[in-house]
Nanobody, 139 residues
Framework: QLQLVESGGGLVQPGGSLRLSCAAS????????IGWFRQVPGKEREGVSC????????MYTNSMKGRFTISRDNAKKIVYLEMNRLSPEDTAVYYC????????????????????????????????WGQGTQVTVSS
């Protein structure tokens, strides 16, 4: 089975840090860009960060830029998200997702954070999703 499993979430005080991990099994991360998303109840899923299959290109939503760092270890099949200076607004379920680089695309490609609407539902450019890990920032 191809799957992604997030870990590392939990309760942290404002200003604190957490490191999330996304572990893949059943397939190699080579050829896959990896994205991190987050979602709170009643709100749309939000893109957080993306790293290309080579690790040569990264993307961050502006509110995360400078605070979050994404990295990957293809040999270990793990992608990390280091989160610093956390605030209550960062409270959410965090998901990782894998997107296979289409034929002819380069190793520095990252898919869009934004989904298309198809049949009244959102469709993202990702093939596999984890179940999420809860991050709660509270004093």
């Amino acid at each position: 089975q191809l799957q992604l499993v997030e870990s590392g979430g939990g309760l942290v005080q404002p200003g604190g840090s957490l490191r999330l991990s996304c572990a893949a099994s059943g397939f190699s991360l080579d050829g896959y860009a990896i994205g991190w998303f987050r979602q709170v109840p009643g709100k749309e899923r939000e893109g957080v960060s993306c790293i290309s299959s080579s690790g040569g290109r990264t993307m961050y939503t502006n509110s995360m830029k400078g605070r979050f760092t994404i990295s990957r270890d293809n040999a270990k099949k793990i992608v990390y998200l280091e989160m610093n200076r956390l605030s209550p607004e960062d409270t959410a379920v965090y998901y990782c997702a894998a997107s296979r680089t289409p034929p002819g695309y380069g190793v520095n490609w990252c898919p869009s954070f934004f989904p298309a609407t198809e049949g009244g539902r959102k469709v993202y450019e990702y093939d596999y999703w984890g179940q999420g890990t809860q991050v709660t920032v509270s004093s």
